[in-house]
């Protein structure tokens, strides 16, 4: 198997309160706990909200990729992704992600064929498969 893409990023500071920053300097965000989680939260990002966001373009693309694959015309789309902290019995933490998919004007059973179809090829669904709970979601 030979690599589309490659991207490399760089955490510095102290990991969750610290910086992150690709290598080509695209993206470079600071980091804080959430105030959830006992940190100052603010106007700062954090990892769950980064892999939220990079799971939501991700499947987006998907989704109108295997739309238009299928012949099936879409408008103004929008995914959601929530994604959960969770902590482990065992002292551990896990992830939970919630996919929700709005494709309006679409048959509810079109969507949910659409929804399903871009979970088995989206490389984030892919990559978390049979590794953290997701579940998925279209809505008209």
């Known amino acids: 198997m030979s690599a589309l893409y490659t991207t490399e990023a760089l ?3 102290d990991g969750r309160n610290g910086e992150v920053r690709s290598v080509d300097g695209v993206l470079d965000e600071l ?6 989680m006992g940190g100052p939260g603010g106007d700062r990002t954090n990892p769950e909200q980064l892999f939220a966001a990079g799971y939501a373009a991700c499947f987006h693309n998907g989704l ?3 739309a238009g694959g299928q012949g099936v015309r879409l408008g103004a789309t929008t995914v959601r992704s929530e994604v959960n902290l969770l902590a482990l019995d065992t002292g551990g933490f896990t992830l939970a992600v919630s996919l929700t998919a709005h494709l309006p004007g679409l048959e509810q059973s079109t969507a949910d064929q659409l929804v399903k179809a871009t979970h088995e090829v989206c490389p984030y669904s892919n990559a978390t498969r049979g590794n953290i709970e997701v579940t998925l979601k279209a809505t008209v």
């Open 31 to 36: 980091l804080a706990v959430p105030k959830e």
């Open 11 to 13: 955490s510095t500071g």
């Open 64 to 66: 109108r990729l295997i």
